[in-house]
């Protein structure tokens, strides 16, 4: 049987029977020819040839005698639509890192930023833009390999309203965020996100945030959510999220699902459970999930809420007073209500901490090591290392926790209404965050998804973990022309070798790149070329529905 009649004999989906199957008077951009197309849909894959032309995907089919100006062969390789991390931070790595290598080496061909802080709003003067459509025209002028969408940050315009203080939203308050709200929209925002975790963010209500929510949903816009609490309270915190979905009307993406206490693993079921209810109620509730049982925030977080008042410094003075550490110390041992405590989280372990970055010479060898193996070198006290080692490092360690189980992980990740977002970061071992020992999803995440959790736990089929990576994160945010190989929608592809792709990264070696992803395509051009960054820079800003085009 020859290929042409083979391709004839095959079952096809959707979006092949919209193609005839003998294309041969038609001329292309680029054919990725002879691969498996899995085309996002959650359909099985099928061979066929696959034709791009001015950017966008032209036809699938026959497309062995077309004429094209260059041809990608992917005979034994999976040809799928470019994965969309739903949840990325690169909003200030992708300035000095454009090529976005880790990402992009893993299949990434769009990140969508901004959680609870945003690249706008921001005052004159700090960056050379003061909106997040201005930071989205910086970008495009700029250039940058994979493209990008943003939600505005909930927490970037309480700071940019209210500073660091902590106190209440006035009515004054709330009315000047939904303005920044709709300015953010009307600049592309794809919606509001939260992160609620720490002050002075965590200071707005459920009330206020189903105010600012319906401000984004006028816009045609999702509420994207890092919860209040992801131990204790986490069935208080999802409630919460659902509750601000009803109240505004609105989807809801909770970030990385997760129970983050080990007192508390196992009943991820539970939390399912919830969010399946409001579901069947009618309400649009979704998550996403890493494949990592580990987060990342910073050593500060341990630190009790109120002593975040004023901000970073205002910390710093209280860290100097032996009578603020007495009741700092009071609180992080026995914990606070309605907070969520990284030290009780972890079961009071130092060792489930991890160092990232540490700039004090005094400090520096212990970036990649324990926080148990700082403290055992310094001696005494083991808070009191604590405190000291945030005065000695201006009150910043980016630390990774290890917090979670992988069974309540897997338990997330193969419930129907979860995608997939990285929580990383677009960058390099050769860049300049190359010292330091970030999380391993800024390299991994989709790899390692396709790799130990689709090929060896089967925990899903490859198809479906394809669509959790392309079309359920293009629909959660009313992307309507991407994720999908679908004629007429643009051409973001990811070619990869489902026996061979997986992760390297590890929290020992973080800066490894995924393997078993040859090829890469954004928007029409080649970025990845046979494992070989080509320098190409097409990447586009997608904005949301609300935008509008500045005169």
Same mark, same amino acid.
Request: cysteine-free.
């Given at each position: 049987m020859n290929r042409r009649t083979l391709l004839r004999s095959l079952p096809l989906t959707p979006a %092949?029977?919209? @193609?005839?199957?003998?294309?041969?008077?038609?001329?292309?951009?680029?054919?990725?020819?002879? =691969?498996?197309?899995?085309?996002?849909?959650? &359909?099985? =894959?099928?061979?066929?040839?696959?034709?791009?032309?001015?950017g966008k995907f032209a036809a699938v089919g026959d497309l062995s005698q077309a004429a094209r100006k260059q041809t990608i062969e992917a005979k034994g390789l999976i040809v799928a639509p470019g994965f969309i991390d739903m949840h990325n931070h690169s909003d200030d790595t992708l300035l000095d890192e454009p090529r976005c290598e880790s990402m992009i080496r893993q299949g990434v061909t769009t990140m969508v930023l901004g959680e609870g802080g945003s690249a706008g709003?921001?005052?004159?003067? !700090?960056? *050379?833009?003061?909106?997040?459509? $201005? #930071?989205f025209d910086y970008v495009e002028k700029k250039g940058v390999s994979a493209n990008i969408a943003s939600y505005v940050g909930q927490t970037q315009i309480w700071t940019h309203v209210k500073g660091f203080a902590i106190q209440p939203a006035t009515a004054a308050d709330m009315e000047a965020m939904k303005k920044e709200v709709a300015t953010a929209m009307e600049g592309g925002a794809m919606g509001l996100a939260t992160s609620l975790l720490m002050p002075p963010s965590s200071l707005i209500t459920?009330?206020? %945030?189903?105010?600012?929510a319906k401000v984004a949903?006028? #816009?045609?816009?999702? #509420? &994207?959510t890092h919860t209040r609490d992801e131990g204790a309270g986490v069935f208080r915190s999802i409630q919460e999220a659902i509750d601000i979905g009803k109240g505004a009307g609105i989807r809801v993406d909770c970030i990385h699902l997760k129970i983050a206490d080990q007192k508390f693993w196992g009943q991820m079921p539970e939390v399912i459970a919830?969010?399946?209810?409001?579901?069947?109620?009618?309400?649009?509730? @979704?998550?996403?999930?890493? *494949?990592?049982?580990?987060?990342?925030?910073n050593l500060r977080a341990i630190i009790p809420p109120w002593a975040h008042d004023g901000g970073n410094a205002k910390m710093l003075e209280r860290l100097r007073d032996p009578a603020m550490r007495a009741r700092m110390r009071k609180d992080i041992e026995n914990g606070l209500p309605n907070w969520y405590n990284h030290y009780l989280a972890v079961g009071k372990d130092w060792n489930a901490m991890l160092l990232v970055t540490l700039k004090n010479p005094k400090n520096k060898p212990f970036t990649g090591k324990r926080m148990a193996e700082l403290i055992k070198a310094r001696g005494g006290d083991p808070i009191d290392v604590f405190f000291d080692v945030l005065l000695e490092e201006g009150g910043s360690v980016g630390t990774?926790?290890?917090?979670?189980? !992988?069974?309540?992980?897997?338990?997330?990740?193969?419930? *129907?209404?979860?995608?997939?977002?990285?929580?990383? &970061?677009?960058?390099?071992?050769e860049g300049p965050r190359g010292q330091s020992k970030p999380h391993p999803r800024s390299y991994g995440t989709f790899a390692r998804v396709l790799g130990r959790y689709v090929r060896e736990q089967k925990v899903i089929t490859l198809p479906e973990a394809i669509k959790k990576m392309t079309t359920m994160n293009a629909a959660k945010i009313n992307i309507a022309d991407r994720g999908q190989i679908?004629? $007429? #929608?643009?051409?973001?592809?990811?070619?990869?070798?489902?026996?061979?792709?997986?992760?390297?990264?590890?929290?020992?070696?973080?800066?490894?790149?995924?393997? $078993?992803? *040859?090829?890469?395509?954004?928007?029409? @051009?080649?970025?990845?070329?046979?494992g070989k960054h080509t320098n190409a820079m097409p990447g586009k800003v997608v904005r949301g529905p609300g935008y509008r085009k500045r005169a």
């Open positions: %092949l029977l919209a @193609q005839p199957v003998s294309l041969a008077q038609e001329s292309f951009d680029l054919v990725i020819a002879n =691969g498996t197309v899995i085309d996002g849909s959650g &359909s099985p =894959g099928q061979r066929a040839d696959v034709g791009i032309r001015g709003p921001v005052k004159p003067g !700090e960056k *050379p833009w003061t909106t997040l459509g $201005g #930071y459920t009330a206020q %945030l189903i105010e600012l949903k006028r #816009y045609g816009g999702i #509420y &994207s919830m969010i399946r209810k409001a579901r069947e109620q009618g309400h649009d509730i @979704q998550a996403h999930v890493y *494949p990592y049982t580990a987060g990342q925030n990774v926790y290890f917090h979670h189980s !992988e069974k309540d992980m897997v338990f997330a990740m193969k419930q *129907p209404f979860t995608s997939i977002g990285s929580d990383g &970061s677009a960058m390099s071992p679908k004629v $007429g #929608y643009w051409a973001d592809v990811a070619v990869f070798d489902a026996d061979k792709i997986s992760d390297k990264a590890d929290f020992v070696n973080p800066h490894q790149y995924a393997v $078993g992803v *040859p090829y890469v395509v954004v928007n029409g @051009q080649v970025v990845l070329d046979n």
